[in-house]
């Protein structure tokens, strides 16, 4: 059974960080497979990383400079850190293996102006 479990997320003022895991369980993946995906309310899922990418990994304007995706794979765990935190960045992440459209449930992050 393929299960993909976000963790990480929480409340912060607006300049901090946090480092959001993905932890992979049920397929043998490489890590640069793994998209990170926000849901703001009211608004469209919004791809926020995707490490691979043509070859090259892809991060929106609105993230780019700020959030990074890496991976461990002896934990089979991705991580996306976000840096300089806005409060636009105000969402429900998830985590996302395009290959079977498989989902994390999602953690919140809330940044405060």
């Known amino acids: 059974q393929v299960r993909l479990v976000e963790s990480g997320g929480g409340s912060v003022q607006a300049g901090g960080s946090l480092r959001l895991s993905c932890a992979v369980s049920g397929i043998t993946f490489s890590m640069n497979t793994i998209n990170w995906y926000r849901q703001a309310p009211g608004k469209q899922r919004e791809l926020v990383a995707a490490p691979l990418s043509g070859g090259t990994p892809y991060y929106p304007n609105s993230v780019k400079g700020r959030f990074t995706s890496s991976g461990d794979p002896a934990k089979n765990t991705v991580y996306l850190q976000m840096n300089n935190l806005k409060p636009e960045d105000t969402a429900v992440y998830y985590c996302?293996?395009?290959?079977?459209?498989?989902w994390g449930q999602g953690t919140q992050v809330t940044v405060s102006s």
């Open positions: 996302n293996y395009p290959y079977g459209n498989y």
